[in-house]
């Protein structure tokens, strides 16, 4: 069984109760890793600054303490196999909506199940959808 390192670990613990649940069950079927869970102001104005995020500090879902996001990625990571990135998010959502947790994917904003309707995509970012 497929388990996190503890740098995925300490970084999931900085997220929201409910992504450390969902991401604890999804990690026991599908090998995956936690890139960023809370984002202080220097990271948040890094990821704007690089176009990883459209979002200004404080704004993010990254910037709540707890963390209301969390970047995860199917491990290995190729980021040249766009494909397993859906195929992860699709697992992700489905454990997702078995546990009762509404998830909002940086690859299906809208949450209408399509994906070809985005003007951003950010395949690795899960929040909380309140
Ligand atoms: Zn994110």
């Not at 604890?24 to 936690?34: A, L, M, P, S, W």
């Not at 290995?76 to 997702?96: E, H, K, M, S, T």
């Not at 546990?99 to 970012?125: A, C, E, K, S």
Request: glycine share 6%; net charge neutral.
């Amino acid at each position: 069984m497929p388990k996190f390192s503890a740098a995925s670990r300490a970084r999931l613990e900085t997220c929201d109760i409910r992504l450390q649940s969902l991401f604890n069950e999804v990690i026991r079927h599908f090998d995956c890793t936690v890139l960023e869970g809370h984002r202080g102001q220097d990271a948040q104005d890094n990821a704007y600054a690089s176009g990883k995020s459209q979002v200004k500090w404080p704004d993010g879902k990254h910037n709540r303490m707890p963390s209301k996001a969390a970047d995860v990625a199917p491990y290995p990571i190729d980021w040249n196999d766009i494909r397993r990135f859906y195929y992860f998010a699709g697992f992700v959502l489905g454990v997702a909506a078995r546990m009762q947790i509404p998830i909002r994917w940086g690859g299906d904003w809208d949450r209408d199940t399509r994906v070809n309707d985005q003007n951003f995509n950010d395949l690795v970012h899960f929040e909380v959808a309140e």
